[in-house]
C-alpha cells in the first residue's frame, strides 16, 4: 500500500501504525477499515472534527463493530489536548486512583521529544454514551446549517463534545530540513542579512530547530522571553544588548504576549 497524505506528518503516522501492523486499509464517506493484526475491521464514521490553525486538534467520532461502542479519537497539541482530558473525582483523588494512567510518563517523554528537536502530538480518547452523542449531534447539526458564522458555531459544538477524555500517548515526528537549507541560511547571515523565524513550536523546539538549520550558533547568547519574563528582566537584557554590542537572538515562546504588556512590545 503507498499512502497519499495531506501532509507529511499525516503520512508518517500511518505509516508507523503499519509497521505495528495496525493497516490503514480503505476508507469511504461512512466507513473506515483497519486491518488490526491480520483481522479486517471496519468502523462506521460517524463524524470528522477538522483540524483548524485556532483548535490546533482533529477528531473523528466512530462507532465499534463489535460493540457497538461510539469512540471519540482525537490528536492535536499537547497543551490543547492535556486541558480536555479527564479529571478524577473527589472520591478518586482520596482513594489514589488515577484516572489518567499514562500523562505522568506521557508529559516526561513529550518535554523529552521537544529538546531533541521533534515535532508533537497527542493522542486521547473518549467513549461516548448513545444518548449524549445524538443530544450533542442536534446541536453540530444546526450549527453546520447555520450561513452566518458557521466555523464559529461549529468549533463551539466541538468543544461541547472533546472533553472528559483519556490520554492514549504521544507521537513524535523529526522534521527533516530540506537539502541544502543550513548552508543557505548560513551564507545569508555572513552576507549581514537578518533573518526571522515565525514557528508555532515549542521553545525548546524551536532553539534545537534553530541549531540543526545553522540560525543559531553556539557563539550566540540567547535572550528568550517568555510569560515568566519580567519587566525588570526585560529592561536589563536590552540594556545589556545595547551596551555590550554583542549579537543575541530573541527566542520568544508561542505564550510570551502574556508576560509582556504594550509597552514592552512596542519597545
Known amino acids: 500500500i503507498t499512502y497519499e497524505a495531506s501532509s507529511p506528518d499525516e503520512a508518517a503516522l500511518v505509516e508507523a501504525a503499519r509497521r505495528l501492523d495496525y493497516v490503514f486499509c480503505k476508507r469511504d464517506t461512512r466507513t473506515v477499515t483497519v486491518r488490526i493484526r491480520g483481522v479486517e475491521t471496519r468502523f462506521e464514521l460517524l463524524q470528522t472534527l477538522h483540524f483548524t490553525s485556532n483548535r490546533k486538534r482533529m477528531s473523528v467520532i466512530v462507532r465499534e463493530p463489535n460493540t457497538g461502542r ?7 497539541a499537547d497543551n490543547v489536548i492535556l486541558q480536555r482530558l479527564l479529571h478524577p473525582s473527589l472520591q478518586q483523588l482520596n482513594s489514589g486512583e488515577k484516572t489518567q494512567p499514562y500523562e505522568e510518563a506521557t508529559v516526561h517523554l513529550l518535554e523529552q521529544f521537544a529538546l531533541e528537536g521533534l515535532r508533537t502530538l497527542c493522542l ?3 467513549v461516548l454514551d448513545e444518548q449524549q452523542y445524538l443530544h450533542w449531534l442536534k446541536i453540530y447539526n444546526a450549527a453546520a446549517a447555520r450561513i452566518a458564522d458557521r466555523e464559529e ?9 472533546e472533553t472528559d477524555m483519556m490520554l492514549l500517548g504521544a507521537t513524535a515526528i523529526e522534521d527533516k530540513l530540506q537539502k541544502g537549507v543550513p548552508e543557505t541560511i548560513a551564507t545569508l547571515s555572513k552576507a549581514g542579512i537578518k533573518i526571522w523565524v515565525l514557528t508555532g513550536d515549542k521553545q525548546e523546539t524551536a532553539i534545537n530547530i534553530g541549531y540543526s538549520c545553522r540560525l543559531l550558533t553556539h557563539e550566540m547568547e540567547l535572550m528568550k522571553i517568555n510569560k515568566h519574563s519580567g519587566h525588570q528582566d526585560l529592561g536589563a537584557d536590552r540594556r545589556q544588548a545595547r551596551d555590550r554590542h554583542q549579537h543575541r537572538l530573541l527566542v520568544p515562546a508561542a505564550d510570551s504576549r502574556d508576560g509582556v504588556d504594550e509597552d514592552q512590545q512596542a519597545q
Open 70 to 76: 461510539i469512540l471519540l479519537l482525537a490528536k492535536g
Open 124 to 126: 486521547a480518547m473518549a
Open 153 to 161: 458555531e461549529l468549533e463551539k459544538a466541538a468543544e461541547l463534545v
